[in-house]
């Protein structure tokens, strides 16, 4: 019984302690953004409070909820749709039906384990400010919520990656009924259909292991030879990020949030947020929007986009390795291709000032500017270090928190220098200047840590 | 050609190439065997400049492998045991690529003919990542010779391939006038193709010599093959 299970929990935990022990600088990192991102929650908790703003545990409910059913489903397509190991368990005389929910299972517990770990230290945080916590009956609420956050995100990952996609209309139904009921009962309900749900998929689930499509791309045009490293470098990456939509993806993100933190620093909150939020974002300045805007489309356009350069190289290196070209070559090819994200976020300024015409286009440009280059300066040298090493996700939480901070401090110096009257403008240029060096030196060290060193040989 | 000499590289504890030579000459082809774990795909990834190693010398052609790596790589063509490419690309765009970085003029021309010769040409325009084990095996043997290098490093090169491929592949590393290094586990491609025979055990040299020779004294090469290994 749970040979499957308890070979992939061996596994997964022998693969987290080696990584642990070969980077521990990256963990120690990773866990103190951790710590700090979940007492920055709490702070936000008593920040609330205190200024009497009500929360709405709808709102609460549905955030984590939607964040788990991510987490499941990328465990599951990791522990299960894209597994080559998984082919020796499925070919024994064990039933698929078993073998798969094995993985399930596994995926279960780890979102559980998840939740009960930052749930504590987030409780821990709330005891630490002060904060009396007495609510049982909410907190298995949230934990049936994400249970059924396991369920949903198995049965998306086990239908999307199949040719009858339509059977995943159910889960649309049930988290419809969700939005309505979400009371402890009403989940509890929701959850056993789910569970029935899975049951019935998983007759279904060969469907969608190693799912694959044999697109033919014949007629595009980048069937071409191309004269020059750095532009061929550029073109394959742009390829890849087109094909993973990743570009679509920006410059989606970058129309939503230009128009949604347009619209809500001109015109107020009413109607788009729900009423418990809208009194918190009335106190927010339209410059605080942009911040937050920007910020995000960084994350997105410059973190994750950098760091996939160079990770999802994880199994690919030899290629680059064993080619007469310097490594350094690859490097400027890479970051040439990280100007078309780049391209892809300037709709947001465009959005935002719409609804802000009096706004500085000046300093809008120069925060997206100043950002973007932050993210790779700080991405480019992390994602060469640790390639064929660690799963992008920590990187890019650990870096996603530091590029916070880095902004935000200098999103503080900007406000003082505003309130003190200072021309701002040389100083714009003096940022922007430095960061050009330290780009320039941070894709030096990409290169470096890219090339193989084989300074301790001795002959 | 390529001259290593007293080769060391381990992996934390365990050593898996111990102070070792190999002359790999030019016009000849030559077998690396031994159990798995003896070594072999180390050296291959080693001369190609791949990983790094503890003590020793690599020179290809004459250039150092840590020293003028660039130009040692130049001349150089490799295929791992795991062919590894980039999924989101098809074929044909992989080979360009790699065409691009190797700085070759019109290569649409060889990879055509490549592409014919081992019967991949109606997969060409199919992302990769929705090829089979064989197809991709093809690919990135068309990667390692397209440029034509002098120096070849095949790491099991028939795995995975269909017997006409196979057959063709033989042909080939047959008339091949260059250097030619093969790991393998195959007794027949060894016989089919190699002029030099090296038998590795934990990182260290056996035995080596002339294909015929150990035909001419076991039979064949499997049979050499346990008699050495003894």
């Known amino acids: 019984m749970l040979e499957t299970y308890n070979i992939i929990l061996i596994n997964s935990f022998r693969n987290f302690k080696k990584n642990i022990i070969s980077s521990p600088t990256l963990y120690l990192l990773f866990s103190s953004m951790m710590v700090?991102?979940?007492?920055?929650i709490g702070y936000l908790t008593l920040f609330l409070i205190k200024n009497d703003v009500p929360v709405s545990l709808n709102d609460v409910f549905f955030i984590i909820l939607f964040l788990f059913i991510i987490k499941g489903s990328n465990d599951f397509y990791n522990y299960f749709t894209k597994s080559q190991p998984l082919t020796y368990s499925l070919s024994t005389q064990i039933s698929h039906f078993r073998t798969v929910f094995e993985i399930f299972l596994i995926v279960f517990w780890i979102q559980l384990g998840l939740w009960v770990f930052f749930s504590t230290l987030y409780n821990i945080s709330l005891i630490i400010a002060g904060i009396s916590l007495s609510y049982p009956l909410i907190y298995l609420n949230f934990t049936l919520g994400i249970m059924l956050a396991s369920v949903l995100g198995t049965v998306i990952v086990l239908h999307y990656f199949s040719k009858k996609k339509y059977?995943?209309?159910?889960?649309?139904?049930?988290?419809?009924?969700?939005?309505?009921?979400?009371?402890?009962?009403?989940?509890?309900?929701?959850?056993?259909?789910?569970?029935?749900?899975?049951?019935?998929?998983?007759?279904?689930?060969?469907?969608?292991?190693?799912?694959?499509?044999?697109?033919?791309?014949?007629?595009?045009?980048?069937q071409v030879w191309i004269s020059g490293i750095k532009k061929a470098v550029f073109y394959k990456e742009i390829t890849t990020l087109w094909r993973e939509r990743v570009l679509s993806s920006i410059i989606f993100s970058a129309v939503f949030l230009g128009f949604g933190a347009g619209y809500m620093s001109r015109f107020g909150v009413e109607n788009l947020l729900p009423e418990s939020l809208q009194i918190l974002a009335s106190k927010i300045s339209p410059e605080s929007y942009a911040f937050f805007g920007i910020y995000v489309l960084t994350i997105h356009g410059a973190v994750f986009t950098s760091l996939s350069l160079f990770l999802n190289e994880e199994q690919t290196i030899w290629l680059i390795r064993h080619l007469p070209?310097?490594?350094?070559?690859?490097?400027?090819g890479k970051a040439l291709a990280i100007l078309m994200p780049f391209f892809c976020t300037i709709p947001f300024i465009a959005y935002f000032l719409a609804f802000n015409p009096g706004k500085s286009l000046f300093f809008?440009?120069?925060?997206?500017?100043?950002?973007?280059?932050?993210?790779?300066?700080?991405c480019f040298p992390l994602g060469a270090k640790y390639v064929g090493k660690k799963s992008d996700i920590l990187l890019l939480y650990s870096v996603s928190l530091l590029i916070f901070i880095v902004l935000g401090v200098f999103f503080a110096i900007n406000s003082i220098l505003e309130i003190f009257g200072f021309s701002k403008y040389i100083l714009y240029v003096l940022f922007i200047l430095v960061e050009i060096v330290l780009l320039f030196i941070s894709f030096k060290i990409s290169g470096y840590f890219l090339e193989i060193r084989y300074k301790n040989i001795s002959s | 050609?390529?001259?290593?000499?007293?080769?060391?590289?381990?992996?934390?504890?365990?050593?898996?190439?111990?102070?070792?030579?190999?002359?790999?000459n030019e016009s000849t082809v030559t077998a690396i065997m031994g159990e798995n774990g003896a070594g072999k795909s180390t050296l291959l990834k080693i001369c190609a400049g791949i990983i790094n190693f503890n003590s020793g010398e690599i020179l290809v052609d004459g250039y150092s492998i840590v020293k003028d790596s660039i130009k040692a790589r130049k001349n150089l063509g490799y295929l791992p045991e795991m062919p590894y490419l980039y999924e989101r690309l098809t074929g044909?765009?992989?080979?360009?690529?790699?065409?691009?970085?190797r700085g070759l003029e019109n290569p649409e021309i060889e990879i055509n003919k490549l592409s014919d010769l081992l019967g991949i040409k109606r997969f060409l325009n199919?992302?990769?990542?929705?090829?089979?084990?064989?197809?991709?095996?093809?690919?990135?043997?068309?990667?390692?010779?397209?440029?034509?290098?002098?120096?070849?490093?095949?790491?099991?090169?028939?795995?995975?391939?269909?017997?006409?491929?196979?057959?063709?592949?033989?042909?080939?590393?047959k008339e091949r006038k260059n250097t030619t290094i093969i790991a393998t586990h195959s007794p027949q491609l060894v016989e089919d193709v190699a002029d030099v025979v090296y038998f590795l055990k934990q990182g260290n040299i056996i035995?080596?010599?002339?294909?015929?020779?150990?035909?001419?004294?076991?039979?064949?090469?499997?049979?050499a093959y346990f008699s050495e290994a003894d």
């Not at chain 2, 000499?5 to 365990?14: H, W």
């Not at chain 2, 929705?130 to 490093?153: F, V």
């Not at chain 2, 002339?210 to 049979?223: D, L, T, Y």
């Open chain 1, 325 to 332: 070209v310097k490594m350094k070559t690859i490097v400027y």
């Open chain 2, 207 to 223: 035995s080596y010599g002339a294909v015929s020779s150990f035909i001419k004294k076991n039979g064949n090469i499997e049979n």
């Open chain 1, 36 to 40: 700090f991102s979940i007492f920055l």
């Open chain 1, 167 to 222: 059977r995943l209309i159910p889960v649309g139904l049930i988290l419809y009924i969700l939005s309505q009921y979400n009371d402890i009962y009403s989940v509890l309900i929701l959850l056993i259909i789910s569970f029935i749900y899975l049951i019935w998929s998983l007759r279904y689930c060969l469907d969608s292991y190693q799912y694959v499509t044999r697109k033919d791309r014949k007629k595009e045009k980048t």
């Open chain 2, 92 to 101: 044909q765009e992989f080979l360009l690529y790699i065409s691009s970085l």
């Open chain 1, 364 to 378: 809008l440009i120069w925060f997206l500017i100043f950002s973007y280059l932050a993210g790779i300066i700080i």
């Open chain 2, 1 to 24: 050609m390529i001259a290593v000499s007293k080769l060391t590289k381990s992996y934390s504890s365990t050593v898996a190439l111990n102070n070792v030579n190999f002359d790999f």
């Open chain 2, 126 to 173: 199919n992302e990769i990542g929705s090829y089979s084990k064989g197809m991709k095996q093809k690919i990135s043997l068309i990667a390692a010779i397209m440029h034509k290098p002098k120096n070849l490093l095949l790491d099991e090169p028939v795995w995975g391939l269909d017997p006409l491929t196979s057959k063709t592949l033989r042909i080939f590393i």
